[in-house]
């Protein structure tokens, strides 16, 4: 069965340098079957300052990735140097569920694979190709939208990511998909809950992407350790 995973860990400098300039698109890496896609990134602080070491953080990296099969996964962990790395650190196994917009690579998933309850533990992952010339408009709308998210109640755990000059990515787990909708939606508590909504309406104004997509996920089983914890996502 196909599935997909979202992994953090710290690396060697030489280490991240290297998977930040590989190619997202290939069907393999490292030379080992199995990976469909795979995206490598840097780890961000939703809502630091454009410009700042919390920003971009070099030796923190993510990979989003679209696996043929769980024994693809493990096989990748165990025989790759990046994956072995990887497995030192912290990941979670996903369940593709829904599909908002398209971004090469990712663009033949279905927009609906299955539903999910309410109370769900659900997991999102955005990726964005974005226009260099709207990079002030982006972070001038995105990053109240990112203060949102970040301090939301609902996650259990809220990051952005970063490719240069033009990847950057959100990966957020929430306990409930209700909890989600909420803030997607405006009516979340805390100060000023329709900045979402406000900053997806100015896109729609002028868009700050040529490719962007929001992906939904049922969480399967996570694995390691991320900055000292562990049960990062919700068991229900």
């Keep these: 069965m196909r599935i997909h995973s979202f992994h953090l860990a710290t690396v060697p400098p030489t280490t991240a340098a290297s998977a930040l300039f590989r190619s997202s698109n290939g069907p393999r890496d490292d030379g080992v079957p199995g990976p469909t896609h795979i995206e490598h990134l840097s780890v961000m602080q939703l809502g630091a300052p454009a410009i700042s070491f919390e920003r971009l953080q070099l030796r923190r990296v993510a990979v989003f ?5 769980e024994g693809a996964l493990d096989d990748y962990l165990g025989a790759t140097p990046l994956g072995r790395h990887l497995a030192q650190g912290w990941h979670v196994r996903l369940e593709f569920v829904r599909r908002w917009g398209a971004v090469t690579g990712l ?9 999910m309850e309410p109370e769900e533990p659900v997991v999102a992952v955005t990726l964005a190709h974005l226009k260099l010339p709207q990079l002030r408009r982006f972070f001038h709308w995105g990053r109240p939208v990112e203060q949102l998210v970040r301090d939301s109640p609902g996650t259990t755990l809220a990051l952005a990511a970063v490719r240069p000059p033009r990847t950057f990515s959100t990966f957020t787990i929430w306990n409930s998909v209700g909890a989600m909708r909420a803030m997607v939606e405006g009516h979340g508590s805390g100060h000023s809950p329709q900045r979402h909504a406000t900053a997806m309406a100015e896109r729609e104004r002028e868009d700050f992407h040529f490719e962007f997509t929001t992906l939904r996920f049922r969480p399967l089983s996570e694995h390691g350790e991320w900055e000292g914890r562990r049960g990062i996502v919700p068991t229900g």
């Design 65 to 69: 990735a679209q696996w043929e099969s």
């Design 107 to 115: 663009h033949r998933l279905p927009l609906n694979a299955s539903t």
